[in-house]
């Protein structure tokens, strides 16, 4: 598995606690011309300010990144961030947002984007899980498994926090499990060959 | 012969859905048929888990059998969960640059459309309350829901609730103490009934029911979220014929006119608090 060539047509990506610096460096690695579009949830408050996550990932990663609207598009080339007190649901083709209550204590929910991915691209979906203090994203890294998508986890113990990584390791069979550095060059090798 | 099992699981599980939703359809005449695939499946899910079922065509053999069923999949479907003054800079826009639009009408009609338990309509009560625009201002609250209009009606909230409220009172501009505006009974947090003396809370689905009068506001705040694009734009139809002219349409912070046919009849207020102005 580990040397497979991944092709997916969508990667999505969740983390909470120690998130936002594991982000840069899984952004900072994409090449410009990464084509695979991203959706990444990272838990924070209902009360966080607007872009601030968008302005700060941005400084470190070459390829576009925004904020998802309701029923945005997905378009190749860009990473789409999940807007605070939002679940960012994913359908084929664009985003869908909800204002359900949050799922395992969180709003936006991990869960909630894999499982809504899952549903729509199938095999077609890379999942990531990074580092986080909680066990969101076990349920959603299941669902993406049994909708023949790969996962991919970071290793606990290059996390700032280990129990997010270590609960999906726990309770899915995962397909790789790699240090952050290995784990951003995995990604920002797919799509890129012929 | 052999019976050829055609859809993988996944594709049954779509078919059963939309025979759910015809059903419901033909039977109680909710139309659930537009609304926004990814959340509508999640919602239909939990009341499946909830009701100790395995698929959905189980729920829909209970459902069509049972109308009490089918009541508590309708407060699963307007339930959401936000909060009074939920993203206080946009009640700060509203003070700032629509109450001087209101306040040139010697009668002010605002509708709250989607007002699920009651959260938002409060809080523009408040607001048109500290405005001088109280005893002038007639809001008319409205979810598909009545269960959950009466819910909205009664005020009622959690008291644990009230902190995070406050601080968001005082972060919209609000200009009272917040505590003044309700009373504690055990963990709840019972809003003064005068403030919704100028309240109508009625009924209204905004996928069936047509337009009920002009307003010169109206409030739809992360309702058409759970709409696909197509009911979206029917809703927006609704909302532009239920606008008088120079009205106002406020929606919520991830929403936009962008993909409605409605683009050029509004000019924007405010663009990062999407409220938006008829001006066609």
């Known amino acids: ?194 | 012969m052999a019976i050829r099992v055609g859809p993988t699981r996944h594709a049954l599980e779509d078919l059963e859905l939309r025979l759910l939703l015809e059903g419901i359809y033909q039977h109680y005449g909710y139309d659930f048929r537009e609304y926004a695939r990814a959340s509508l499946r999640r919602r239909v899910w939990r009341r499946l888990l909830e009701e100790g079922l395995e698929t959905i065509s189980a729920l829909q053999d209970r459902l069509l059998h049972d109308p009490q069923c089918f009541e508590r999949l309708l407060v699963d479907l307007s339930v959401t969960v936000t909060t009074m003054f939920r993203d206080p800079s946009f009640y700060q826009a509203l003070r700032e640059k629509v109450v001087p639009l209101l306040r040139t009408y010697p009668f002010v009609r605002v509708w709250n459309a989607g007002c699920s338990t009651g959260e938002e309509t409060f809080s523009l009560a408040i607001l048109l309350h500290e405005e001088g625009l109280g005893e002038r201002a007639r809001i008319y609250a409205t979810d598909i829901n009545d269960v959950v209009v009466r819910q909205a009606k009664l005020g009622t909230f959690s008291l644990e609730k009230m902190r995070e409220y406050t601080q968001n009172y005082i972060r919209s501009g609000g200009k009272a103490s917040f505590s003044d505006y309700y009373k504690v009974y055990g963990d709840k947090a019972r809003f003064d009934p005068s403030l919704v003396d100028n309240v109508v809370f009625a009924q209204h689905n905004l996928v069936s029911d047509s337009e009920f009068n002009q307003f010169h506001l109206i409030v739809c705040r992360n309702v058409m979220i759970y709409f696909d694009r197509s009911l979206q734009d029917k809703v927006h139809d609704l909302f532009h014929r239920s606008l008088v002219r120079f009205g106002v349409l406020a929606l919520g912070h991830k929403e936009s006119l962008r993909f409605t046919s409605h683009t050029d009849d509004y000019e924007e207020v405010d663009g990062r608090e999407k409220l938006w102005r008829r001006i066609s």
């Open chain 1, 1 to 194: 598995m580990a040397e497979d060539l991944l092709s997916p047509r969508l990667i999505v990506v969740g983390t909470s606690w120690g998130g936002a610096d594991a982000l840069a460096a899984l952004l900072g690695a994409l090449p410009p011309e990464f084509p695979v579009p991203m959706a990444v949830v990272q838990h924070r408050g209902a009360d966080s300010l607007e872009g601030v996550l968008v302005r700060f990932l941005q400084e470190h990663c070459a390829v576009p990144v925004r904020e998802a609207d309701d029923k945005d598009a997905i378009e190749d080339g860009t990473v789409y961030v999940g807007p605070s007190d939002y679940h960012l649901l994913v359908e084929k083709g664009s985003f869908a947002l909800s204002v359900d209550p949050p799922v395992t204590l969180s709003r936006p929910s991990i869960d909630v984007l894999f499982e809504s991915a899952a549903d729509s691209y199938g095999p077609d979906l890379v999942a990531v899980v990074l580092t986080g203090a909680n066990r969101d994203g076990t349920d959603g890294a299941r669902a993406v498994k049994e909708q023949g998508g790969v996962v991919l986890v970071q290793d606990p113990g290059s996390a700032t926090r280990p129990e997010m990584p270590a609960a999906v390791i726990h309770s899915v069979e995962v397909d790789e499990v790699l240090p952050l550095e290995r784990l951003a060059a995995r990604i920002a090798g797919m799509g890129l060959e012929p």
